[in-house]
């Protein structure tokens, strides 16, 4: 199972990586946008639908990397004061009504995409751009997230089982305050060395 977990976290990464430069690129064609509209008075009509689906898409497949990295928001206000063993039926809990819910937003994507095929929906716009290709790609990162909530449900619920709370929480657990200052002075660290490296070798 580790060697699943981490085929489908680096899955995630690449995910995150190209959501990234999709919004990137969106990003960059609406300033063209902007200024061929402020100097030329004239417009491509297309920046704001690209984006728009840069947008869509980037965020269903930062979805799962997000997951992986524990940074979904919770109100923890309790669960900080509760012991190991609490915290951790509330991690699996969580994780299953968050499977639910995924689940059931998952399946209307899917009733929305098998309804864009069935009737070959197009764009109402200048591109008229086939919906298939931008709600595949969005539906596409849904789908893997709902995979990767049940691969860390699965998990987290058979590490609960044989006691290694410790486990629980490195999967699903909320992070401490002290774990994210930790991860941000590791980062930091990662990145002085990537630079002085980098200049190294210049």
Sequence with gaps: MQKTYDVTHQIARWGAYGGCAMLFCAAVLVTIEVFIRKVFSMS??????????????????GYSYCLF????????????RLPLLA???LDVVSLLGFA?????LTLQASNVLQETIRLSARSSTPLGTPLVY???LWF??????????????VRS???????????????AGAPSMQEEVEEELHD?????????SSGGSA
């Design 157 to 171: 619920a058979w590490a609960l089982l044989r006691g290694d709370l410790g486990l629980v929480k490195h999967i």
């Design 134 to 136: 931008p709600q595949s």
């Design 44 to 61: 491509m009509a297309s920046a704001d639908e690209l984006g728009g689906y840069a947008l869509g898409i980037a965020m269903a497949w």
């Design 140 to 153: 596409a990162g849904l789908l893997f997230f709902f995979l990767c909530i049940c691969l860390l449900l």
């Design 100 to 104: 639910a819910m995924l689940g059931m």
């Design 188 to 196: 930091l660290s990662h990145r002085r060395h990537q630079d002085s």
């Design 69 to 80: 990295h524990r940074g979904h928001i919770r109100v923890d206000v309790i669960y900080v």
């Design 87 to 89: 915290r951790s039926i």
